[in-house]
């Protein structure tokens, strides 16, 4: 397939380049001013158009699909541990594999029609743990998005269910060691729910299997609270100690933690996910994004996976935070996101040239100002949304159109899924 006369773009450090693109299968070959068509090849006219390489959402939970509305409980949690408790923990026990199936589906309808290739997703479904990560990659597979998927192992539900949830990484990382559409990496809850001999058993899994921890750090204020009080150290000490702070870990949020701490997680080369949105939601205080370095990307933990949305978030809520004369350039996250996901697949994500996964995003958006690199995040804040993509490819095919997905029947699936939520929700109530 060869994209002709579209405007390349690079998110950071920021470029434009007019240029034709081939793509062969699942990669993109050729990129040059101008490329001649191969006999019988399809011809995309991009002109006028921007093409940006395929988003990465690099931390949610897509079983939060179906929470959408959901009544706030009888007494509302006064914190993000009555939270949890009171809501996400019920949720997460209420789940059914269809329910898996649907949020799931739910879930990837909604990163395609915003431009979002790769869901790096962690999952929890306590009361229906093994081949939950299949079901998930069942329905992304079927939408046509990739993901990175890893089971939310937690001490909180006593030892069977704990070895169920290590059991499921094993069993998915060991299917997908090779696979171009999905990997895995090692799911773990966070560190006050985690015990010593399971931060160990995450450990062994993960040097095994040679991926990364995908762990919630310091969200709220009392994780670090409540880890020092039970193990006598802080989260990272725990992570650095069985192993799991290493440049493949994943660690989500990271409200909370010290200067110090921040500086031993960037030179471990982890990465760190901002989540604005669900920070803001959940009141937990202001991640201090301006210190995580470059190996910092944007996530949306369970709000849908629209990252120029997520962008716009982060960078409100920076520039409220850093004042007027300091500029976070916030678009560097959706780059980290690309960043992690080349790692994940070990092939080039985030640059529009041979030999990088051939999955971009086309988008009609007509400048109204003058558009340039030097502005470019300005044009990506004000003014490009999901509603302006027209095209949406991942490994090589277009999964959306002009924001219909093309492989499923979404007023079908969207039914299902609201029958199924009205059923999770009364057992989430009961
Ligand atoms: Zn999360």
């Known amino acids: 397939m060869l994209l002709r006369g579209g ?16 793509i062969e299968g699942d990669t993109i070959v050729a990129r040059a001013a101008r490329l001649a068509p191969k006999p019988g090849e399809a011809v995309e006219d991009c002109r006028g ?106 001490d909180r539900g006593g030892i069977r269910r704990r070895d169920a949830g290590l059991a499921e990484n094993d069993r998915f990382l060991t299917a997908t060691r090779t696979d171009t559409q999905f990997r895995g990496l090692v799911g773990a809850h966070a560190s006050f729910t985690l015990r010593e001999s399971c931060l160990a058993a995450l450990g062994d899994l993960a040097r095994y299997h040679r991926v990364g921890v995908h762990i919630h750090v310091a969200e709220a204020k009392d994780d670090d609270a409540r880890t020092r009080r039970a193990y006598g150290t802080g989260i990272v000490d725990r992570l650095e100690r069985h192993g799991l702070l290493n440049d493949r870990a994943v660690l989500a949020h990271g409200v909370h933690l010290t200067k110090r701490d921040i500086a031993r997680v960037t030179s471990a080369g982890a990465w760190l996910v901002h989540n604005p949105r669900s920070n803001m939601n959940n009141a937990v205080g202001h991640a201090p994004i301006e210190t995580f370095g470059e190996r910092a990307a944007l996530g949306t933990d369970g709000w849908p996976a629209d990252m120029l949305a997520e962008l716009r978030f982060a960078h409100f809520r920076e520039r409220e935070h850093l004042g007027l004369r300091r500029a ?22 985030g640059s529009l040239s041979p030999g990088s996964a051939a999955d971009l995003v086309v988008c009609d958006y007509v400048p109204p100002t003058p558009l340039t690199a030097a502005n470019l995040a300005g044009h990506l804040i004000a003014g490009v949304q999901a509603q302006t993509l027209t095209g949406v490819m991942a490994a090589g095919r277009w999964v959306c159109r ?7 029947d979404v007023v079908a699936v969207y039914g299902r899924a609201r029958q199924l939520a009205a059923t999770l929700w009364r057992r989430v109530r009961g």
């Open 7 to 22: 405007t390349l773009v690079h998110l950071h450090p920021p470029a434009l380049a007019r240029a034709d693109l081939r």
């Open 49 to 154: 158009r921007l093409i940006l390489p395929g988003l990465v959402c690099a931390h949610t939970h897509m079983y939060s699909a179906l929470s959408r509305g959901m009544p706030s409980p009888a007494t509302a949690p006064a914190s993000f541990p009555e939270m949890l408790a009171r809501v996400w923990w019920k949720l997460d026990q209420a789940l059914t594999e269809e329910a898996i199936y649907y949020s799931a589906m739910v879930g990837a309808v909604e990163a395609v029609r915003a431009g979002t290739t790769t869901i790096v997703d962690h999952h929890a479904s306590p009361n229906a743990i093994p081949g939950s990560l299949d079901i998930i990659r069942e329905a992304l597979g079927v939408v046509g998005v990739r993901g990175v998927l890893g089971y939310e192992v937690t």
């Open 328 to 349: 976070y350039p916030t678009a560097a996250l959706l780059q980290g996101g690309q960043a992690l996901a080349s790692e994940a697949f070990g092939v080039p994500f």
């Open 402 to 408: 002009n924001g219909v997905p093309v492989n499923i």
